[in-house]
């Protein structure tokens, strides 16, 4: 197996080679992002009869399955337009951004989860970034207002998921996940449009209580804590959607790399930059992250090497290696972040995981993993796979435009 991922690197160093050379990152983006922009409108003009929904993955038939603005990825395809207007700036692909975001509104008033984050910053948040559409401000605002009601005071904590009936059959009080993390931006960009400084205080605590007791001694994470409701403390750390509790379930490992390294940039507490590059090098020195830097569903599956990769993983750590890579302090480590960001993108855009036009639905990218103890959504496309490989690569485009 190991002659096996050597010969897919080989593979995605010389796609688009001349000479020998490995294909310029520059190219390798236009490359992805032509792809991208063809499968992307397809995909949009598959849900043009249907006003309210969203696409989401493909069946076992490579049928399209799609969800409603509630589902907790039904932003990532408004942002995924959005990245594609701010690389083309075509003016066809931005009415398509304002009408699959305008679909997720209503969900600024949703109080029963914590995705609220994810679906509005994604798509209401890079609007606004974009345009400065004045309309996209209080839905936004709203938003956070929304998410700031799952705040749980005596942990310091905002609370993943409502506690159903198999929740608490297996003991959850206020469960927390990882993947949290990634909604706090909404919280810190609430604060700097209103001026109202809870919104950050609530995103801070979140951040410190993620960081004392979500993390093991080898900085790798648990999915989930659950907190005592009476006495404010952790008294579950357990996986939903990783091998087992103990386990390094990899777009967990992702969330976390990627939340710390935003929430250094939203605050500047070098604590959290530490925390980030201490994930990081966890990652990076996993003898089980495969040469091509595409990981198995999780770092401790046991079929490994024949697990099922995840591509969502790689494209949201290849996103927070290149903002690592740039907040990093230590010329060394940032070369380091900068290097893994530049192999995840060269492996994501080669034909292994890029699809070809016309096919895997309309996605961009083949082969991530929902949630596989549950077998929900194994070996497919994903949306948010798709908004941050774009997202990865605008922020290398930016960061290093002369590679």
């Not at 403390?233 to 777009?251: E, V």
């Not at 830097?293 to 046991?302: C, L, N, Q, T």
Request: aromatic fraction near 12%; include cysteine; proline fraction near 5%.
């Amino acid at each position: 197996m190991k002659r096996k991922n050597t010969l897919i690197l080989l593979s995605i160093l010389a796609s688009g080679c001349s000479s020998g050379h490995p294909e310029p990152m520059s190219q390798v983006i236009d490359r992805a992002f032509s792809r991208a922009c063809e499968q992307t409108v397809f995909l949009a003009s598959e849900l043009k009869t249907d006003p309210l929904a969203l696409p989401r993955t493909i069946d076992a038939q490579g049928r399209l399955v799609t969800s409603d603005s509630h589902w907790w990825t039904s932003g990532f395809f408004p942002g995924t337009l959005w990245y594609l207007f701010e690389y083309t700036h075509d003016r066809q692909i931005l009415e398509l951004a304002r009408d699959f975001t305008a679909r997720v509104e209503r969900e600024q008033y949703t109080t029963d989860n914590h995705d609220i984050g994810f679906i509005l910053n994604c798509s209401f948040g890079n609007g606004y970034r974009l345009t400065g559409d004045e309309q996209y401000r209080p839905v936004l605002l709203q938003g956070a207002s929304s998410l700031a009601t799952r705040f749980r005071p005596l942990s310091g904590v905002i609370q993943s998921w409502d506690i159903a009936p198999w929740s608490t059959r297996l003991g959850w009080q206020c469960p927390v996940i990882i993947d949290n993390m990634m909604n706090l931006e909404l919280l810190t960009r609430a604060s700097e449009l209103s001026g109202d400084p809870r919104f950050r205080e609530m995103a801070v605590a979140h951040a410190e209580t993620t960081l004392k007791n979500h993390f093991r001694k080898d900085h790798s994470s648990y999915h989930v804590v659950s907190y005592d409701t009476l006495s404010g403390r952790p008294h579950l750390h357990i996986t939903k959607q990783g091998y087992s509790d103990s386990s390094a379930w990899a777009r967990g490992q992702a969330w976390a790399l990627y939340g710390f390294s935003m929430m250094y940039r939203e605050t500047g507490e070098k604590r959290y930059l530490q925390q980030a590059e201490l994930i990081a090098d966890f990652l990076l020195r996993h003898p089980r992250l495969p040469e091509d830097m595409v990981p198995y569903w999780d770092f401790d599956a046991p079929d490994i090497p024949d697990a099922p990769r995840d591509a969502s993983a790689a494209a949201v750590m290849a996103s927070a290696f290149v903002e690592l890579s740039q907040a990093s302090q230590d010329p060394e480590a940032a070369r380091k972040y900068r290097e893994a960001a530049q192999m995840q993108i060269r492996s994501l855009a080669a034909d292994t995981y890029l699809a070809a036009p016309g096919t895997n639905g309309g996605f961009i990218l083949k082969h991530s993993v929902g949630s596989l103890p549950d077998n929900s959504e194994v070996d497919v496309p994903l949306t948010y796979a798709d908004y941050y490989f774009l997202e990865a690569m605008l922020r290398y485009k930016a960061a290093y435009p002369e590679d």
